[in-house]
């Protein structure tokens, strides 16, 4: 309708199939726009001399090894270990070729410009800042990854390559609503799609250059998947934000979807808490007694504040996830695991009786209408997740309005044989059901594997959220499943159910400081770092710690650590001093020794030069006479030889050795630069003794540190006391209802709210306070008419109005 007169190609696998059976190539006409598929487009592959050419840039990019210093630096062992980075890497490239098509060669088929819808599809192509030094260096960003590089996004990187080339640096178009999450390693990229000239023009030619740039890399200790701790680096956020701000909004076209005028239901987003169980209770004592967990040399052991609050995650989801309340891995498992799963988690069973009741009512409420759907994210204990179906159809739904959504439904084929055979998935299968208001499905507990990338707004009402992420994109993510465009329901009710006075409301509220930094990257102003990073651990271990004893104990430590960080970084500093003093001193004295070898052989070749000259005359004269076959010619070519060799030597150390002073000039500019940096006096000497007064103060300072430790835990004991008795004092007062009560009430605020019973109420409410203020005001002037004679037309307006009103 937009443009009649342009030439339309709509391409599928099928129509894809038909074109090469009637031709033997693909081409598109000029002037024509064309619609793909995803499947269509990831059968394109290059013609070879364009496929050498252009993965020999994404090469460059994933990683630039210097084989010769690896070689060196490594030996065999380095020469291995560059042969097996190198297997890695063609491995990742030649993914990008699988499943193409030998006809089909996307630089050969007419393609000026790309439109991409859903690009954050696309965002994991670079998932590692690879280190381009030697095999000796090691990798300070190791830690940093993105999970596996995706082969279509693989290949829209060379595809966009080959669009920039031959379209001035232009013509790539991405379009979504979540580009990314918090990790750089996707904003680089979506970005390296479409800036590859801007990049270029600030000195960033791979990801490891951004990763310097612009992202700030701290050590911290990690929970992995299996459960271990490992300490490794982690992004925390981006650095030097100006710069890369300016970067990001010259490329990036930001809009709300309040600025986009997306018609988006109203959200209500509302946390319900629970009171924990007397089982959850002892468990948890006894979780926060790792906190105190020692290794052999009695030193706190790393990972045990992690540990603890990642399994008082769990046991706030249902006490029987908790496998072991120890640090050991091969310990016994606990009594229960994996008993009773929804009767003994207040979280599980208020959403689930919640959808039993809300589907039931609605159903009492509204009948012969469309159920509006609900969604349950079970973010751990997917094993569980037929268990909660099993309870919920025992409390009287259907067996088909309940579909359970994990990686499993993902690969499984759906179970309508006609949908199968098109190689529909059941995880489609249901969110099409589900979308549908007059589907069968009503009810989804899913996985994380819900959280992005589907879309379950068709007709949902309620959202039901077990566990609090420590990204704050995911939860956004998760808010995302309903709480968009196309939804029938007006109203989206966004539940965080939690347990009372635990890690899920500390974290909760973390998360609510930290949700809206996404934003940050976009804004046209603030600070020069931007934190995006997960909620780290060490932000809530202290707060979900409830005896107060353990907890001053633990403030202090965490004080403490802090300030042995802070001296730390001073004593590392005054290092770095002393560094770049022995430095200056080493690189001093070898300028001059380099210097003086230098003008010593220059001096010499510039002697020899005019000799050289001299004998290569006589030779070529002995030549000109006929006398090369003489003794005279024989001894003069001799002595030529043997002086130009002579001055090809002088020539070779003078230039080597001016090499070797230029370098050791360098290397003193930068020390200078560092010198001034750290405030030295640029006399080696005088820094030498600021470098000693420098320590002499922290020395001190740790001294002063020592003695204030005990007094400090006196305070902070007082405190925490003090504070616990507080928190105590205010559960009594406030008290939770019983579970049915808070169901019930939670239930019929919903239903109020999306049958529209509450906003009428209110709407009535202040209807009827209006007209009495005007019934009132209209009756003290009718009564204040003395100072005129009333007339008829004055009481007959009296009475309309009454009858009016």
Known sequence: DLFPNVPLNTIGTKQLNKMLEEKDKFEVDEGSVTIMSYDAYTRFGFSEEKYTELTKEIKDQITNPDKEAQKEAGGKKGDRAAAIEQEKVEAIIGSANVGTDPRLHFDKSGFDHITVDEAHNFNNIFTSPKNTGTSRQSNEYEGITGGNSSTRGLKLWLTSREVLKNNNNRNIMLLTATPFTNNPLQVYSLISLMAKERLEEMGILNIHDFVSAFVDVQQEYVMEANGKIKNTNTARGFKNAKAFRKLINEFFDYKTGEDGGINRPDLIRKSILLPETEEMKQNRAVLEGLFDAKDESGRPLPGAALK?????????????????????????????????????????????????????????????????????????????????????????????????????????????????????????????????????????????????????????????????????????????????????????????????????????????????????????????????????????????????????????????????????????????????????????????????????????????????????????????????????????????????????????????????????????????????????????????????????????????????????????????RKERAEIEESKKKRGLDKLDTLVTNHVNEVLDDILGVKRAKSLLGKAASLYSEKILEFNNSFKSLHKRKRNASDILLYHIFLDFT
């Open 308 to 720: 603890s609050i990642g399994n008082q995650q769990l046991q706030n989801i249902s006490p029987a996830l908790l496998k072991s309340i120890s640090m050991d891995e091969k310990g016994s498992k606990m009594k229960g695991y994996g008993q009773n799963f929804v009767e003994r988690s207040p979280k599980v069973k208020f959403a689930l009786d919640s959808i039993v009741k809300f589907y039931n009512e609605f159903k009492n409420r509204k009948p012969g209408e469309p159920v509006p759907g609900q969604i349950c994210f079970l973010p751990k204990g997917v094993e569980f997740t037929k268990d909660m179906k099993s309870y919920l159809i025992a409390k009287g739904i259907p067996k088909d309005a309940v579909g359970v959504m994990t990686p499993k439904e993902k690969s499984a084929k759906a179970k309508d044989p006609d949908k199968a055979s098109e190689g529909i998935s059941q995880f489609t299968e249901m969110t099409e059901d589900f979308n549908n208001p007059a589907g069968k499905l009503k009810i989804i507990i899913g996985s994380d594997v819900i959280k992005e990338g589907v879309d379950l707004n068709g007709n949902t009402a309620v959202c039901y959220n077990l566990m609090t992420a420590w990204n704050p994109t995911d939860e956004q993510q998760k808010l995302g499943r309903a709480w968009r465009q196309g939804n029938l329901q007006s109203r989206v009710h966004f539940v965080d159910v939690q347990i009372e006075d635990s890690i899920d409301t500390k974290l909760y509220q973390k998360q609510a400081e930290k949700a809206s930094r996404i934003n940050d990257i976009f804004a046209d102003s603030g600070g020069n770092a931007i934190d995006t990073s997960d909620v780290n651990p060490d932000e809530v271990k202290l707060d979900v710690i409830t005896d107060p004893d353990r907890k001053a104990q633990m403030a202090l430590a965490l004080g403490i650590a802090e300030e042995t960080g802070k001296r730390q970084e001073k004593q590392l500093v005054i290092l770095s001093m002393q560094t770049a003093l022995e430095e200056h001193e080493k690189f001093s004295s070898s300028a001059e020794y380099n210097e003086k070898e230098f003008l010593y052989y220059e001096k010499k070749a510039s002697d020899l030069m005019p000799i050289v000259k001299e004998l290569r005359e006589k030779v070529k004269q002995l030549e000109k006479d006929g006398k090369k076959t003489t003794e005279e010619y024989e001894d003069a070519v001799y002595e030529y030889e043997d002086k130009e060799d002579d001055l090809k030597t002088y020539k070779k150390r003078a230039s080597e050795y001016k090499q070797k002073l230029r370098t050791d000039q360098a290397k003193l500019e930068t020390i200078k630069k560092k010198f001034e940096r750290y405030g030295l006096p640029e006399d080696p000497k005088t820094a030498e003794k600021f470098i000693n007064e420098e320590q002499a103060k922290l020395d001190k300072e740790r001294e002063l540190d020592k003695a204030s430790n005990e007094q400090k835990l006196i305070e902070l004991k007082e405190r925490y």
